[in-house]
């Protein structure tokens, strides 16, 4: 989605006289602010003490490297860009204001070799134990390995680690968790996720949009079409691309769509992980028919395929939506009600995995998850574009941050997806795309993922080719939270619980 | 590793795979289908699926695919599984996982490498992934698709324990009749 | 628990037949494509091989290549030349040795102009 | 040779033992050489013990002057036969371990020449025949022990727990003069024998106070709860000989002096304390098995499992005093003898333990039990030996400790016999307890030997460690004596039977052992076993499936693979259960008693996120040294500044003290 409406005076306007920045630079679906290494640090301050969102830090490897943090100013309906390059290897401690970005400065670390100064311990995110310098990196091998310094059991502490994975339950991706506890209760538990690093940033370098495309849906496929979407965005407000509305509806139905058979798998996920059989069958069977509304709609039971950048490539038949829809939320709906009803499965659901409103922001979780902690963070609200000027969704928030209240905020937001598809197939959603005009650019695009805010920046050269693309899925996001709410006096059969009322995925972690 | 020879024929060249290891592959089918034809256990792994997979077998075992009533059944434990089903392009950093899966199961056992990634669709071998499921299992069995859908998964299965034969070998991907190429076709 | 037990009767079954029977949701399926015959000159064969985006397809002098096995029936070739490639409609593609899952189209001389 | 006499060659052999380390100067010769008397001497103890059980009490032989209050008089009573044939064991087994495992030096040979003394002190604790020379005995056998635990002054720690040893034995010391003295008082008589004889003379009241007084007075020695916190200071400070010989026998004569005054010098004991004397037991036992669980210290383990086990044998001694109170005599008898059967099964495998802990700690560099690990694979023979204890101690059979406390566990069933159902019950609930006791002394010892020999090696030290040069044939015969304490259980109780004439008066022989080695336990229409078929079963039982394994080898087309680890890169040592995690759940299912308190640093308090190791500590609360223990030591420091202004340092003024005390005597005198 591209933010179309200009830089507004007030808050934002006080906010870039505080950071100091000379020339603000507005388009490419963001506010572009350049800010030196020196004041980068301050302006850090103000902007997190504006309460602007961290949503994403990255860096890219021209003749310098260059730090560029997305702030999502969700007062302000749009995302502010500081640019700072980095002259030596080392930058200020930006985890230490916002300690979201702490993950994100570990990769950096990994890709581009420069970390943040103060030396503190940096884990390992992406690259696997056996990376030599000659492993394909995006800019220049770090100046030594991170130290994998995740929860070593200290011989003075009386806490011992639980190896769990890769190989973990049947039909879930390859995971490793360290489950660190003292026999009952949880006192610690990371995650190891370069089992599943495809390095899709590395790859997307030198394709064209299409061929982009085809893998940012596979980057995650759970949320294929946010994801390509958001990609598709950013391209086309790096090359000043104006998709026709119609397309943007087509979009738009399959981003609702993808929501709700999400929430309907994660439905049953719950159901298995509670041990709820006859739940998860009836959530399945949910599962199932909107899966085949899917590819009766757009041709594919993940909806692959349908964002193109500049528009879409596919149109939704209608007819089928109108046919199929009712009938599989009908199920979802019923399967719901029934659980709702379900003593011993909504016991295992409270109070169980809490994040509290005050992690959530710490660790800028996004989607369902920030929302059940009360965090009201959705990019479809925050920095609205078509479709979704003219049909706002209502937000479902909740205060607990358990389990339970992550389960009922997935809920609403089916019930609010089915409305807005209403709406939207009513707008006249089309299929088409806009041309790509030539020459470079560098735009931000975001999207909504069934899982929050999915978010991607690219940068194209003269003849249309990426040279850097930064994919940020919601996942990567929200496996930040995870470690915290399993912690939260949990014992082991609980964790099974809490993932699946994550619903996260690993590839999108790793992508 | 046993399958070692056959996995590098199918690394060499896809085409020229070596006959006799067809033969091979037919006979373990054979024996596994004697052995374990209405009761076999799968276990699957993750070598890089971009999730669509999982999900996807995932809903095997839900009412509207049901492979339990075709004797199929999913076990968490290689030590029980017959029939190890693969998905994703098996990142390098993921090989020594997968091998230990493999060996971890006892023989007579099948491999069944599932998705476009797993068939070396999607990723080129490089320096991230091997490309292909093949390169460090020998697979007995492949499944297309992207994902492969339930239905798929099944027929995929059942071909495996020689229920069913498979038919792709007799398809041509060829369509009959001619149309005129419309004028438009020239440029774009 | 009883609630459950009246809901799985109201429900009655969903269960496909297959493979006793063929199951009608296979139909709504995205397939690889099936090439027409007669239609497919090198200059196309050249431009389907480059919409490809999974290296299912390559051309070996007059020969199309199709490795069923790489195609993540996405469609592309299909909008790249709808009049020459259609869905086969295939979905039950297992096989048993990569050999099968290669195709080789035959492609004709020069059309058009 | 009388049983005197062989007691007699047995501090012979000490004497010339303590003369040879000293003239020794701390020559390996001459330390062997030491060790090899005090063996001889040890061998010499068992020999006297046997015999004293065997033919009964002897008589009365006073060395120098009758009538001076210093004189020795030695007796070998078939009560104290028991545990002198334990000293002679114990000193055998630790003659045979000292010379490996200390190095030579002078400051070897001198702490072997205080040993072999405390040996001899020992010995006559156990032969004294009256009260001076018991007293003096007691007292120095005391003061000897303390300088035992002092042989590594320099080493923190070290100082402190031996006072706590030296301050509470002194404390029971005092207790324990005024029980006598209140006996000698009222029985007009210095010499144990006449005291027993004349013990109806004193009256109910004085007899309860006496039995009371010794009962607390040997029971700081014995370890009762809560007098027992000097055990798990003193033991970890000890050298490794130094904690086997205080807790496989100095806590036993606590145990000795108690059934000294209940069941010879005070035989006829109303209900009420014996009931007393069972609780105490039972809580005994209970608490220091669950303060052991939460031990990561191997000797601090160690030390509140002997805790755990004195409890058990006093349990059985009160039961005996309820049954002989409840003229039920064969079952007290029968009590007392399952009590003494367990001293001495305790004193063996608990010897043998720690002589094994210090092998263990030489060979590995540390006791912490989260710090070792896979010890099975470096010390082998150290693991087998250590099983055997293990095995013992846990109560398990065919081993040792599972035959007395059998034997235990059927007096008390047999509760309902004193025909008042308060006391059955209250019996049985004792039972009850020791069962709870059983059960977590099992969970406590899978812990205390799976986490030091099962697993990986937790610290580099750990996995170098090597018993090349370890001592091995002194915990050998230790457990060698474990297994013929239960296969040889027969004999056993035949000359525990005929020790039980002498004592109780009541023949248990018809009783206990109709033949064909089964044991009933003091009735014949209750229950019976016999432990050494029962041995014979067990070991066919393991046996024969390890044959027809060993037959059906694997054959060759089978293949062998890694253990399933769902794919990770390795196992790492962090992985495995640690001794605190695996008891944790005790501290929540009694977290009453512990007050466990737990602290957690973790990386991701750090705002920044989540980097650098988790820290877990959880610490179990010392109740009795926080609300008892602390409150005396400052109650008698504000006395010691009250009564400072006594001394003033004026002679003339210390002799006024003295004129006064005279005539304050002179005046009770009168009166």
Redesign the interface.
């Known amino acids: 989605m591209t933010a179309l409406q200009p830089v507004p005076a007030g808050t934002l306007a006080s906010l870039l006289t505080a950071i100091g920045s000379a020339s603000v630079r507005d388009g490419g679906g963001a506010v572009t602010v350049p800010v030196p290494a020196a004041r980068l640090e301050t302006a850090v301050h103000h902007l997190a003490g504006a309460g602007a969102r961290l949503a994403d830090l990255f860096a890219t490897d021209g003749d310098q490297v260059t730090l560029r943090l997305v702030w999502g100013l969700d007062t302000e309906r749009q995302y502010l860009i500081t640019e700072t390059a980095i002259d030596d290897l080392e930058y200020p401690p930006l985890s230490d204001i916002a300690p979201a970005a702490f993950a994100e400065e570990c990769e950096i670390y990994e890709q581009f070799g420069v970390r943040p100064a103060g030396g503190k311990p940096l884990n390992r995110v992406a690259l696997p134990p056996h990376a030599g310098p000659d492993f394909p990196r995006l800019g220049h091998q770090p100046a030594q390995p991170p130290a994998e310094v995740h929860a070593p059991h200290t011989v003075a502490g009386q806490a011992f680690e639980f190896p769990f994975g890769p190989v973990r339950q049947v039909g879930v991706e390859s995971l490793y968790y360290g489950l660190v506890t003292s026999g009952e209760e949880i006192v610690d538990l990371y995650l190891f996720t370069w089992h599943k690093h495809r390095g899709l940033e590395w790859r997307l370098r030198g394709h064209r949009p299409?061929?982009a495309l085809?893998?940012a849906e596979r980057a995650e496929g759970l949320s294929a079409t946010a994801v390509a979407w958001s990609v598709a965005a950013a391209v086309e407000s790096a090359l000043g691309a104006e998709p026709p509305p119609a397309a943007l509806l087509t979009r738009g139905i399959a981003l609702e769509l993808e929501r709700l058979y999400n929430h309907a798998a994660a439905m049953a996920a719950l159901c298995q992980s509670t041990g709820l059989s006859?739940?998860q069958?009836?959530a399945e069977?949910a599962l199932?028919r909107l899966l085949?509304v899917n590819?009766?709609v757009f041709?594919?039971?993940y909806l692959?395929?349908v964002v193109e950048a500049g528009g879409v490539?596919r149109g939704p038949d209608l007819a089928a939506l109108q046919v199929g829809l009712p009938g599989g939320y009908g199920e979802l709906r019923?399967a719901a009600d029934?659980l709702l009803?379900?003593n011993s499965f909504m016991d295992r659901l409270e109070a169980t995995g809490i994040v509290t409103t005050e992690q959530a922001r710490r660790l800028g979780l996004v989607g369902p998850v920030a929302r059940a902690s009360g965090v009201a963070v959705d990019s479809r609200v925050d920095q609205p574009a078509a479709p979704y000027f003219g049909h706002p969704p209502a937000i479902a928030v909740r205060g607990t941050g358990d389990v339970l209240a992550r389960f009922q905020v997935m809920l609403d937001e089916a019930a609010e997806s089915v409305r807005l598809i209403g709406d939207l197939a009513a707008a006249g959603p089309g299929t088409g795309a806009a041309p790509l005009p030539g020459g470079g650019g560098a735009g931000l695009g975001w999207a909504e993922s069934p899982r929050g805010e999915a978010l991607a920046w690219v940068s194209l050269d003269a003849d249309g080719r990426i040279t850097r693309a930064r994919l940020r899925p919601a996942s990567v996001r929200n496996w930040r939270g995870f470690d915290d709410a399993a912690r939260s006096q949990n014992v082991f059969t609980d964790i099974p619980i809490i993932e699946a009322s994550f619903w996260l995925t690993v590839a999108g972690t790793a992508r | 590793m046993s399958g070692g020879s056959r996995a590098r024929a199918?690394a060499a060249s896809?085409?020229?795979?070596a006959p006799e290891?067809?033969v091979l592959?037919?006979r373990l089918?054979q024996r596994v289908a004697s052995q374990f034809g209405r009761s076999l256990h799968i276990r699957t792994l993750d070598t890089g699926s971009c999730a669509v997979c999982e999900q996807e077998i995932r809903l095997l075992a839900a009412?509207?695919?049901?492979l339990h009533?075709l004797g199929f059944f999913f076990t968490p434990a290689p030590r029980h599984a017959d029939l190890l089903l693969v998905t994703g392009p098996m990142i390098r950093a993921f090989d020594v996982a997968a091998r230990k899966t493999y060996e971890a199961m006892p023989g007579p056992k099948l491999v069944v490498a599932t998705g476009?990634c797993a068939?070396?669709?999607?990723y080129?071998a490089d320096a991230f992934v091997y490309g292909a499921v093949?390169e460090i299992l020998p697979v007995?069995?492949?499944?297309?698709?992207?994902p492969?859908?339930p239905?798929?998964l099944?027929?995929?299965l059942?071909?495996?324990v020689d229920r069913?034969a498979?038919?792709?070998?007799g398809?041509?991907?060829?369509?009959?009749?001619?149309?005129?190429?419309?004028a438009r076709?020239?440029e774009r | 628990?009883p609630?459950?037990f009246a809901?799985?009767l109201r429900?009655g079954i969903?269960?496909?037949r297959?493979?006793a029977r063929p199951?009608r949701?296979?139909a709504?399926?995205?397939t690889?494509?099936?090439?027409?015959?007669?239609?497919i000159d090198r200059r196309?064969a050249d431009r389907l091989v480059a919409v490809c985006?999974?290296?299912?397809l390559h051309r070996d002098g007059g020969v199309l290549v199709?490795?069923?096995?790489?195609?993540?029936?996405?469609?592309?070739c299909q909008?790249a030349?709808p009049?020459?490639v259609?869905p086969?409609g295939?979905?039950?593609?297992?096989?048993?040795?990569?050999?099968?899952?290669?195709?080789q189209?035959g492609l004709v001389q020069e059309?058009?102009? | 040779m009388s049983a005197l006499g062989w007691l007699a060659v047995a501090a012979g052999g000490w004497g010339l033992a303590v003369l040879a380390a000293l003239a020794g100067g701390g020559r390996a010769g001459a330390i062997r050489l030491c060790c090899a008397l005090s063996g001889l001497g040890g061998a010499a103890a068992m020999a006297g013990g046997v015999s004293a059980l065997l033919w009964g009490n002897g008589p009365v032989v006073t060395v120098g002057p009758a009538e001076v209050a210093g004189s020795l008089q030695l007796q070998a009573t078939s009560l104290a036969g028991v545990f002198a044939a334990l000293l002679g064991l114990v000193a055998v087994a630790i003659a045979a371990y000292i010379p490996r495992y200390h190095e030579p030096g002078p400051g070897t040979a001198l702490y072997l020449a205080v040993y072999n003394l405390a040996l001899v002190a020992s010995v006559a604790v156990l032969a004294a025949g009256g009260v001076v020379t018991f007293l003096v005995a007691w007292e120095s056998m005391a003061l000897l022990c303390y300088l035992l635990i002092l042989r590594h002054p320099s080493r923190d720690a070290v100082a402190g727990g031996a006072f706590w040893f030296l301050a509470l034995s002194e404390t029971g010391f005092v207790l324990i003069i005024a029980a006598f003295v209140i006996l000698a008082t009222k029985t007009h008589s210095m010499e144990l024998s006449v005291i027993a004889a004349r013990a109806h003379l004193v009256s109910p009241a004085w007899r309860d106070t006496a039995f009371l007084l010794a009962l607390a007075g040997f029971g700081f020695k014995a370890g009762l709860v809560p007098l027992h916190v000097w055990l798990p200071e003193a033991h970890p400070v000890a050298p490794a000989d130094g904690s086997a010989f205080l807790s496989g026998l100095i806590v036993k004569l606590g145990a000795y002096g108690i059934a000294l005054f209940a069941f010879r010098l005070l035989p006829a004991q109303p209900a009420w304390t014996g009931l007393v004397t069972m609780a105490a037991g039972a809580l005994t036992a209970a608490i220091g098995i669950l303060y052991a669980m939460n031990e990561r210290d191997l000797k601090r383990f160690l030390a509140y499992s002997t805790i755990e086990n004195i409890g058990i044998i006093v349990t059985a001694f009160g039961a005996a005093m309820i049954f002989g109170a409840y003229q039920q005599r064969a079952l007290a008898a029968f009590l007392l003898l399952a009590g003494l059967y367990h001293v001495a099964n305790h004193g063996t495998y608990k010897t043998l333990l720690f002589l094994e802990t210090g092998v263990i700690e030489h060979a590995a560099g540390t006791r912490d039990m989260d710090r070792l690990g896979g010890l099975i694979h470096r010390l082998p023979r150290t693991a087998v030996i250590s099983l055997a204890g293990t095995l013992g101690i846990a109560a398990l059979p065919p081993l040792n400790g599972f035959v007395s406390e059998w034997l235990i566990f059927q007096g008390l069933f047999q509760g309902f016999r004193t025909g008042s159902h308060l006391l059955g019950i209250l019996i049985v609930t004792a039972a009850a307890t020791l069962g709870l006791t059983g059960g977590l002394a099992i969970y406590a010892f899978v812990r205390g030997y799976g986490i030091p020999f099962l697993g990986m090696p937790r610290t580099r030290p750990a996995a170098a460690a090597t018993e090349r040069g370890q001592p091995v044939t002194g915990p050998a015969l230790l457990a060698v004596a474990c297994v013929a304490l239960a296969v040889g259980a027969p004999v056993v109780l035949l000359v525990l039977s005929r020790a039980m004439r002498t004592v109780t008066g009541v023949g248990l022989r018809p009783v206990l052992l109709p033949g064909n080695l089964t044991v009933l336990p003091a009735h014949t229409d209750f229950s019976a076993f016999s432990p050494t078929w029962l041995a014979v079963f067990l070991v066919a039982v393991t046996a024969v499936p390890l044959l027809i394994y060993l037959a059906g080898r694997p054959r060759a087309d089978s293949v062998t693979v890694p253990v399933w680890d769902g794919g990770m890169v390795a196992f790492k040592p962090r992985m495995q259960y640690s001794a605190m995690t695996f008891s944790a759940p005790t501290r929540v299912t009694f977290d009453a008693l512990y007050r466990p308190s737990v602290s957690v640093r973790r990386a991701s308090d750090d705002p920044a996120g989540r980097s650098g190791p988790v820290h877990y500590e959880s610490a179990v609360a010392p109740l009795f040294l926080r609300y008892l223990y602390r409150p005396v030591i400052r109650a008698v420091e504000w006395l010691a500044d009250v009564v400072r202004p006594l001394q003033s340092g004026d002679v003339s003024l210390y002799l006024f003290y003295v004129f006064l005390m005279i005539l304050l005597a002179y005046l009770v005198g009168a009166l």
């Not at chain 3, 690889?32 to 239609?39: D, E, I, Y």
């Not at chain 3, 985006?53 to 299912?56: F, I, K, V």
């Not at chain 3, 199709?66 to 592309?76: E, L, P």
């Not at chain 3, 295939?90 to 195709?103: D, H, I, N, R, Y």
Request: hydrophobic fraction near 40%; proline fraction near 9%; glycine fraction near 12%.
């Open positions: 299409a061929e085809f893998l006859v739940g069958a009836a069977i199932e085949r590819a009766a041709g594919h039971r692959f395929g490539r019923r029934a009803a379900t | 199918v896809p085409a020229a795979r290891g067809d592959a037919a089918r009412p509207h695919y049901d009533r476009a068939l070396g669709g999607v080129p093949g007995d069995v492949w499944i297309p698709g992207c492969p859908s239905l798929a099944l027929q995929g059942l071909v495996a069913l498979e038919k792709v070998s398809l041509t991907f060829t369509a009959g009749g001619d149309a005129e190429p419309p076709e020239a | 628990m609630l459950w809901r799985g429900r969903v269960t496909t297959y493979p199951d949701s296979a709504g399926l995205p690889p494509p099936a090439f027409r015959a007669g239609v196309l985006p999974s290296r299912a199709f490795d069923v096995g790489r195609c993540t029936a996405c469609g592309r909008e030349a009049w020459a259609t086969s295939e979905f039950e593609l297992a096989g048993t040795s990569p050999a099968q899952f290669v195709k189209i059309v058009g102009q």
